[in-house]
């Protein structure tokens, strides 16, 4: 698992500002590019696996699941396949403009084994 972060810590630690009736109001806005890639994977079908058996989909009460109805895909780089789970329509296109699919389990048309279906 790779994390790749350019946010400075400093910014990331800045004190919220106080609203006027003295409760703290915080103020969120895109500062910094972030991105997680999860992976690599040997297959399509094995990052679709790990996906849905992730903390992000799975997850471990009071902490997770993070999302719960995230749909799982995996997309190809470097000869290998990393993991993708978005709740977003548009992370569907994301991962299709990177020649990736979407995971279907226990797919019946292949004896009950993952697949992943490329988006159209």
Known sequence: MALVSTAS???LRAQPAAAKNGAEVMHLSQRQFMEVNLGPFASASEACDYCFSSFTKEGVP???????????????????HNMFCATPVSAAGF?????????KPRDMEAMGKTTCQPIE
Do not use: F, I, W
């Not at 991962?95 to 995971?103: A, D, L, S």
């Open 62 to 80: 009071p902490a997770g699941p993070v999302a719960p109805a995230c749909v799982c895909m995996s997309y190809p780089e470097g000869g290998q």
């Open 9 to 11: 810590a400093a910014v």
């Open 95 to 103: 991962v299709k403009e990177k020649g990736g699919c979407r995971c």
